[in-house]
């Protein structure tokens, strides 16, 4: 009997040990998925917690994928009506997405949440995220192209101050060419052991077809503008850099990171504020900063793009995702992430305008350049086929860009006549 009421008491602990009270028990768990590099998901994870505990009704479970796997998987997952709840697109792939019929229309919860105002966010971060009129996600990561520049090189070499040509109305692709030739050097056998500038990396180098006065594509008319004659003037000014002017080195020359920004062996790099936390981290041979991209002939529009947050279409529990996609993208996480951490440049006006933002106690000092850059941008021609039309053209352009085939008309024409083809066909799905 004392066995039996022994194994009985076991049985009992063990029983009230297993039905005590979760405490998640009774919230609604939604499932969160983004990629970035270990830091990065580091901070995204640290967000679901935040959340959660200020919303004792919710549980956020982020979920991790590698980088190199994301995109196949978000497709999968969202096709098979599997993806989380929310989960982080690159607006390169929006459009197409969206097409699909795979996202949420946020369209009613944004009119039914009284705090919600489209006015709050500039204008380019709302309307990436638009389709016919109709919200489908939220901007984050957001951001303008601008060209970092070491101060201290160029200096040294007697040049002026790109941030001080800007303000006085000077700082154009012209000056832009004669001080990256002068940053530029070779040793006694002429190699070179220091560059002045880069050519910017795909879509980076739209900004010099549109200072021209040129276009990629008319996606109105189903056509490529790769041939028109201001188009053709950018492209060449591209070529040039490497195989004219000779500051900016050639795929082979840039090998294994031959000259980075951060190595300082590079003047000047278009890039992202994304970089900015890379640069303060390492950068501490030479004083850096921030210039707008330079003028030409008809324009200075830099690319601007983020990525979006998204819920899919057959989301369970819209009204909690949204309320947590709303904090990813309120003014307090917005001050977290961008104003103290420089992880991208805010969607939000109020942030972007904010003291904390433009606090420039670290490099770079002419923070608000960021600010100028995307009140100053445009928007990439990003459609549900952007991806077949752009790896169709640079498949051409390459040939260019590498040197194989140097001829810019014949590049752009056979880049063209690909690019038709794509915009022409029926999709392939």
Known sequence: MKQLLKAAGVSALILSCG???????????????????????????????????????????????????????????????????????????FNNLQKKRFFHD?????????????????????????????????SVLFGATVIYYNKTMIAQAGQPDPYQLWQ??????????????????????????????????????????WAFGGDVVDLAGHRSKLTDEATLRGLQFIADLRYKYACAPTPSQGANA??????????????????????RKVVKSFDWDVVPIPSGPNTSETVVKGNQLVMPANCQHPAEAWRFMRYLTSPEIENLLYAKNRRCFPTRKSVANSKEFLNADLPPKQIHIFLDAVKTSRQLPIDDRWSEWTIAMNNELDQVWNGTNRDVKSGAERASRAVDKVLNEEPGW
Request: hydrophobic fraction near 35%; proline fraction near 6%.
């Open 106 to 138: 946020l369209t009613d919860l944004a009119a039914q949440d009284h705090d919600w105002h489209d006015a709050d966010f500039f204008p380019q971060a709302i309307g990436e995220c638009k389709v016919n009129g109709r919200l489908y996600g939220l």
């Open 258 to 279: 031959a000259f980075t920004f951060e190595s300082g062996k590079l003047g000047m790099q278009y890039d992202w504020m994304g970089m900015t936390p890379r640069y």
């Open 19 to 93: 039905c005590s009270p979760s405490p998640d028990k009774g919230k609604i768990v939604i499932r969160y998925m983004a990629w970035g590099n270990p830091e990065q998901l580091a901070l995204e994870e640290q967000l679901c917690h935040q959340f959660t505990e200020k919303n004792p009704d919710v549980l956020v479970k982020f979920v991790r994928v590698p980088g190199t796997a994301y995109g196949n998987k978000s497709v999968v997952m969202l096709a098979s009506d599997t993806a989380p709840d929310v989960l982080r697109i690159d607006h390169y792939d």
């Open 168 to 209: 006085e109305g000077k700082w154009t692709l012209d000056k832009y060419v004669q001080i990256a030739q002068a940053l530029t050097k070779r040793d006694a056998q002429g190699k070179a052991t220091q560059f002045g500038t880069t050519v910017p990396a795909f879509p980076q180098w739209f900004p010099y077809v």
